[in-house]
């Protein structure tokens, strides 16, 4: 069982910058690929960005490509997603996610979320124009 926290969403403008962590519990982090996910009010959830388990491979959803990037400290059990740039359009809820790919090569990541295996209770980010 893997239990994830998030924290860092807020409120802010346009252009500017926020870092989301998202806390792990148990021995296992390492075994897990992590995921970042959005929702947007009347949308589903939609992929962000990804982490092989190892950290060495990372995958982006077109939207978000140069404007944020994902990494984990398997020291801390903890993923981050550091967004800049932001935009109205980044509003939504973030949830990060885990999947166990020990059975996958270590460079594995999937961007669908019903593969995913545990879930965090999401930080709502706020972007104002």
């Known amino acids: 069982q893997v239990q994830l926290v998030e924290s860092g969403g807020g409120l802010v403008q346009a252009g500017g910058s926020l870092r989301l962590s998202c806390a792990a519990s148990g021995r296992t982090f390492s075994s897990y690929a992590m995921g970042w996910f959005r929702q947007a009010p009347g949308k589903g959830r939609a992929f962000v960005a990804g982490?092989?388990?190892?950290?060495?491979?990372?995958l982006y959803a077109d939207s978000v490509k140069g404007r944020f990037t994902i990494s984990r400290d398997n020291n801390k059990n903890t993923v981050y997603l550091q967004m800049n740039s932001l935009e109205p359009e980044d509003t939504a809820v973030y949830f990060c996610?885990?999947?166990?790919?020990?059975?996958?090569?270590?460079?594995?990541?999937?961007?669908?979320?019903?593969?995913?295996?545990?879930w965090g209770q999401g930080t709502q980010v706020t972007v104002s124009s």
């Open positions: 996610a885990a999947d166990r790919t020990t059975d996958d090569p270590p460079a594995w990541v999937r961007t669908v979320a019903a593969v995913y295996d545990y």
């Open positions: 982490i092989s388990r190892s950290g060495g491979n990372t």
